[in-house]
């Protein structure tokens, strides 16, 4: 069916194709490339278009126009969505033509599939390849060469995501010195110390991996110059290959013969599949996967021994596969130059910010070393005060302790002078009262000197008759 223009009234035109954001920034300049060669737009036109996702692309076109256009953008893995809903749309941005774009690129590959459709009829029923034609062909000749560009793909990603999280890491260190200012000196000194050491270390490890990285991107680019070389091989290899199956398509007897053949050869392609992986670890699990398709073309080869329309069917099928490793090489070498460019470009913009980080780590040591000199006087400063404080404290505790001894000195020279007012008041005593006891014996003796005079006295009255005076002497 060839392409025609439809008609407006034949069928809704209404629906758009929607262009989504892109996470990768290889996808978004391969994203960008195309639009620029389809839409003969500048690259930098195409970008900005790129960046302002969601956006419309196209819109109002028939639905089988949406899909091929979804299709062509996806050959170069965007996210492409289809919509006729007047809602989503408006939550989309909508891209301004300076004049209508060209749809040729539609009818170009419509015009392609058309020519394959011709070919598919006038090829018989039974030669038909249905859904799958790679996987249905005994391919015991080319093994598919791996394809880097994924796994570059997904080193650049991680790239982006490194610069992203060290962009993230510096801005929060910015704002960690913003809002350390009111903090005192002793904290802040000790915070922005520990920082300093894990910004660097991570600064350190950061540029160490992002280094071998490049290297990496280094070596997969000369082992992508190798895969294209042996491109080049296959292609001779296919052509030999094609000359053998016409022998087979003559002479159905030597069928047994070209199988033997075609395991010689897969034998050789494993041993050559053997060293490059040996050459190189990260090709290691393609190698196995590649190892367990070419045992899966070889059942397939067993199989076609059995009938010979199966094995023309194979023809097709390695014809087909050779004009796609052509086409294959081809975008091999289109992605080689583009990741040329776009790591000189990375490798630049990397340059750069690698020594503006430098040029940040020389202001961040700066600002510490002003920030340590800043915290050693400070430091000194709380030292002198705190001897001064202690000065003056020892001194106020020494003036304190001299009176409390000025007090107990005069205390002790009181006590001293009652103690030598009562030592006098005692001798004082004592000789009173050595005078009384004195004066008692005295006055005791005198007692018994009168006593004795009385008794004396007494015995004479006795003698003679008592009268009224010695009867009142003894009262007396």
Request: hydrophobic content about 30%; some cysteine; aromatic content about 4%.
């Amino acid at each position: 069916m060839r392409f025609r223009t439809p008609k407006i009234h034949s069928e809704e035109r209404n629906w758009s194709v929607i262009l989504n954001p892109l996470r990768s920034e290889f996808d978004k300049k391969r994203v960008a490339d195309k639009i620029s060669s389809l839409f003969h737009l500048s690259f930098e036109e195409a970008r900005e278009l790129v960046e302002s996702t969601p956006v419309i692309l196209l819109d109002e076109l028939t639905r089988p126009l949406a899909l091929q256009a979804q299709g062509v953008f996806q050959e170069v893995r965007a996210e492409i969505s289809l919509t006729n809903d007047a809602l989503v749309k408006r939550r989309c941005y909508r891209a301004v033509w300076p004049e209508p774009p060209s749809l040729s690129f539609l009818e170009t590959a419509v015009l392609s599939g058309e020519s394959q459709e011709k070919s598919a009829e006038e090829t018989p029923i039974g030669t038909v390849v249905e859904a799958e034609p790679p996987s249905l062909g005994p391919e015991p000749f080319q093994p598919r060469p791996p394809e880097p560009l994924s796994e570059l793909e997904r080193r650049c990603r991680e790239l982006e995501e490194l610069c992203k999280e060290r962009d993230r890491e510096v801005e929060e260190l910015r704002r960690h010195q913003d809002s350390e200012k009111e903090i005192p000196w002793e904290e802040r000194y000790s915070n922005l110390k520990e920082e300093y050491q894990e910004a660097k270390a991570l600064l350190e490890e950061k540029i160490l991996a992002r280094e071998k990285e490049f290297e990496d991107l280094r070596a997969q680019l000369k082992e992508i110059a190798v895969w294209q070389e042996k491109a080049g091989y296959l292609e001779r290899q296919a052509g030999e290959f094609l000359k053998k199956t016409k022998e087979l398509e003559s002479a159905k007897d030597l069928l047994g013969q070209a199988a033997r053949e075609r395991s010689e050869e897969l034998a050789v392609w494993r041993e050559k599949y053997h060293t490059l992986a040996q050459k190189s670890e990260r090709f290691e699990s393609l190698y196995e996967e590649e190892k367990k398709r070419r045992e899966k073309t070889e059942e397939d080869a067993r199989r076609t021994q059995e009938t010979a329309e199966r094995t023309s069917r194979e023809l097709e099928i390695q014809k087909l596969e050779t004009e796609r490793l052509n086409k294959r090489s081809q975008d091999l070498e289109e992605n080689h130059k583009r990741l040329e460019r776009d790591f000189s470009a990375l490798n630049d913009s990397q340059v750069g910010e690698l020594k503006r980080l430098r040029d940040e780590n020389r202001d961040l040591g700066v600002q510490l070393d002003s920030a340590q000199r800043q915290v050693r006087e400070f430091m000194l400063r709380v030292e002198q005060q705190e001897l001064i404080e202690k000065r003056t404290r020892l001194a106020n505790d020494l003036a304190a302790l001299e009176a409390r001894l000025r007090e107990l000195i005069l205390d002790g020279d009181r006590l001293r002078q009652e103690i030598q007012d009562r030592e006098l008041q005692a001798q004082t005593l004592s000789a009173e009262q050595g005078n009384l006891e004195r004066q008692i014996l005295e006055v005791k003796q005198a007692q018994r000197h009168l006593l004795e005079q009385s008794k004396m006295k007494e015995k004479p009255a006795r003698l003679r008759r008592p009268g009224p005076e010695t009867e009142s002497l003894p009262g007396g």
